[in-house]
């Protein structure tokens, strides 16, 4: 939760204004809305990227090192 509105906010403070002024050549008067479109799923990427690299990983390491724990104490108890 942290991470999705840290990023999202950073994103917001430093990105909107110089999209929206670029995205007022192109889409005029709804380059408000589609600049926050833009910045949302910009955020949603970024979010996605670092959840994956930061917080999963270790967590599906974790995952996977109890796994072979358990398969091997459980193989030893059967010979």
């Given at each position: ?49 670092l959840s994956k690299t930061f917080l999963v990983e270790d967590a599906?390491?974790d995952t996977f090192d109890g796994v072979s724990y358990v398969v ?8």
């Amino acid at each position: 939760m942290i991470l999705g509105v840290g990023v999202t906010t950073i994103m917001f403070l430093f990105t909107y204004l110089p999209q929206v002024a670029a995205m007022a050549f192109t889409s005029g008067p709804l380059a408000p809305l589609t600049t926050a479109l833009l910045v949302l799923s910009e955020s949603s990427t970024l979010i996605n990227v670092l959840s994956k690299t930061f917080l999963v990983e270790d967590a599906l390491i974790d995952t996977f090192d109890g796994v072979s724990y358990v398969v091997a104490a459980e193989a030893s108890y059967l010979y």
